[in-house]
């Protein structure tokens, strides 16, 4: 089962880009599809963005054209590339990784706050 580290975070400006980092630990990085969620104060933990094995990408509605999802293998590690951010994307993004019927992995979060 791999282990992920999340870093990346940090205040930013509406308008304004971030880039997230998810390092994964193990050798079966490339069988997971990748993913990243984010949880807004008092709200539920969301969908942002997923990326499968081969590297069909999904996104929310409300990141579509904003957002990129990426992920490299070589470097174990996937991206969320946040372009144009507004202050409704101010939330903990989590890192995910699903493989088959097996429990997901979550990472530990990092925060993403966009001032107005």
């Known amino acids: 089962q791999v282990q992920l580290v999340e870093s990346g975070g940090g205040l930013e400006q509406a308008g304004g880009s971030l880039r997230l980092s998810c390092a994964a630990s193990?050798?079966?990085?490339?069988?997971?599809?990748m993913g990243w969620y984010r949880q807004a104060p008092g709200g539920q933990r969301e969908l942002v963005a997923t990326i499968t094995t081969v590297g069909n990408t999904n996104y929310a509605d409300s990141v579509k054209g904003r957002f990129t999802i990426s992920r490299d293998t070589a470097k174990n590690t996937v991206y969320l590339r946040m372009n144009s951010l507004k202050p409704e994307d101010t939330a903990v993004y989590y890192c995910?990784?699903?493989?088959?019927?097996?429990?997901?992995?979550w990472g530990q979060g990092t925060q993403v706050t966009v001032s107005s």
């Open positions: 193990g050798r079966t990085f490339s069988s997971y599809t």
């Open positions: 995910n990784a699903r493989r088959g019927i097996s429990t997901p992995t």
